[in-house]
T-cell receptor, first 114, second 113 residues
Framework: AQKVTQAQTEISVVEKEDVTLDCVYE???????LFWYKQPPSGELVFLIR??????QNEISGRYSWNFQKSTSSFNFTITASQVVDSAVYFC???????????FGKGTRLSVIA | EAQVTQNPRYLITVTGKKLTVTCSQN?????MSWYRQDPGLGLRQIYY???????DKGDVPEGYKVSRKEKRNFPLILESPSPNQTSLYFC????????????FGQGTRLTVV
């Protein structure tokens, strides 16, 4: 069975600090996909990134970056120079190829304080 | 604009009164699914559909029904709601079963009293 662990339940940082959200996953399959979603206070889920298990290149998108390491089964998310608008709950998720659901971690609540 | 639309956004109902939460997507996606979000449990899949007239159970299907008569619509039906179905519900659609470009609706907050 697949499992996603987000060990950090809540994180608080001061604006402009860098912050890393951890995600550790478990699966026996060699083909899988990893995701990050953002849930702002308004409640909707916003897609941030999708990576497949064969692509270990790190990704950068503006202030966001993702570090995928198969050796440690981790897919960590870093926000550089955090802003108040980054305050949200962030979910990491995993799915296999085929008819399998997205398996979500329990989320990390990030509070960025001005 | 690509979107998944759920209605209603908020609903308070009484135990046993049948209700339907609608979900519609405008991206011609084949794969649609329903999740519920509960504190401390994250999101869990209720049902999913690979295409029209093809539906299957997710991790927590008890007490729910779905139908997929048209590609764009995937309603969630609670025949006899109970208080343990109080939750935040999300509909999602994606291009394929491996959740390529998965989009979520804005959520429906349901309270059953």
């Amino acid at each position: 069975a697949q499992k996603v662990t987000q060990a950090q339940t809540e994180i608080s940082v001061v604006e402009k600090e860098d912050v890393t959200l951890d995600c550790v996953y478990e699966t026996r399959d060699t083909t899988y996909y990893l995701f990050w979603y953002k849930q702002p206070p308004s409640g909707e889920l916003v897609f941030l990134i999708r990576r497949n298990s064969f692509d270990e290149q790190n990704e950068i998108s503006g202030r966001y970056s993702w570090n995928f390491q198969k050796s440690t089964s981790s897919f960590n998310f870093t926000i550089t120079a955090s802003q108040v608008v980054d305050s949200a709950v962030y979910f990491c998720a995993l799915t296999l190829s085929g008819n399998t659901p997205l398996v979500f971690g329990k989320g990390t609540r990030l509070s960025v304080i001005a | 604009e690509a979107q998944v639309t759920q209605n209603p956004r908020y609903l308070i109902t009484v135990t046993g009164k049948k209700l339907t939460v609608t979900c519609s997507q405008n991206m011609n996606h084949e794969y649609m699914s329903w999740y519920r979000q509960d504190p401390g449990l994250g999101l869990r899949q209720i049902y999913y559909s690979m295409n029209v007239e093809v539906t299957d159970k997710g991790d927590v299907p008890e007490g729910y029904k779905v139908s997929r008569k048209e590609k764009r619509n995937f309603p969630l039906i609670l025949e006899s709601p109970s208080p343990n179905q109080t939750s935040l519900y999300f509909c999602a659609s994606s291009l394929s079963k491996d959740h390529t470009e998965a989009f979520f609706g804005q959520g429906t907050r349901l309270t059953v009293v």
